[in-house]
């Protein structure tokens, strides 16, 4: 079966930095992607990564090891804005998106 | 303001009743998709639509029914509502199917069956 794991919640405290980790093993992939989810709201695309290695997009980062079936997004300098849930899915062979249930993650003054 | 709008917000329903969840984006996607989502379980796909015309079945098609008739509209339909397809429901939308284009979510329906 296809299986995304990520941490069921994360807490943090403001103006630190947090790792969050997904590891995965679907049928085939074609790329993993991040979303961010504040409650009540709709997901929103953070980042995607297809090949190996680390992609920056200001205070987010995401790191991808296919030959692991691991992923983790990387947020520096946080803020209270940034309590929110973040989702990890991943491209299977069909191109039909595998979600994992997200991480909420909580931010502390 | 380009995006997707789903209708209604909420909605309380009596088992056993028809409804009908509204999707429609001005973004010229080819592709839409309906997920729902439970608390501790990952967004599940419903049904898909690769292009106007055609569609498909995700992961738990059981108990609803899309149609997609023209690029912009996609709506899902409950024939007979049971309390277990209580679920915040949401629409998404990308350019092309079977490529990695990311995936733009309307703002959800909150559905409670009763």
């Known amino acids: 079966g296809q299986n995304i794991d990520q941490p069921t919640e994360m807490t943090a405290t403001e103006g630190a930095i947090v790792q969050i980790n997904c590891t995965y093993q679907?049928?085939?992939?074609?790329?993993l992607f991040w979303y961010q989810q504040h409650a009540g709201e709709a997901p929103t695309f953070l980042s995607y990564n297809v090949l190996d290695g680390l992609e920056e997009k200001g205070r987010f980062s995401s790191f991808l090891s296919r030959s692991k079936g691991y992923s983790y997004l990387l947020l520096k300098e946080l803020q209270m804005k940034d309590s929110a849930s973040y989702l990890c899915?991943?491209?299977?062979?069909?191109?039909?998106?595998?979600w994992g249930a997200g991480t909420k993650l909580i931010i502390k003054p | 303001i380009a995006g997707i709008t789903q209708a209604p917000t909420s909605q309380i329903l009596a088992a056993g009743r028809r409804m009908t969840l509204r999707c429609t984006q001005d973004?010229?996607?080819?592709?839409m998709y309906w997920y729902r989502q439970d608390l501790g379980l990952g967004l599940r796909l419903i049904h898909y639509s690769n292009t106007a015309g055609t569609t498909g079945k995700g992961e738990v098609p059981d108990g609803y029914s899309v149609s997609r008739a023209n690029t912009d509209d996609f709506p899902l339909t409950l024939a007979s509502a049971v309390p277990s397809q209580t679920s915040v429901y949401f629409c998404?939308?990308?350019?092309?199917?079977?490529?990695?284009?990311?995936?733009?979510f309307g703002p959800g329906t909150r559905l409670t069956v009763l």
């Open positions: 973004m010229r996607h080819n592709a």
């Open positions: 899915a991943v491209l299977d062979s069909n191109y039909q998106l595998i």
């Open positions: 679907t049928s085939g992939f074609n790329g």
């Open positions: 998404a939308s990308s350019g092309l199917a079977g490529r990695t284009d990311t995936q733009y």
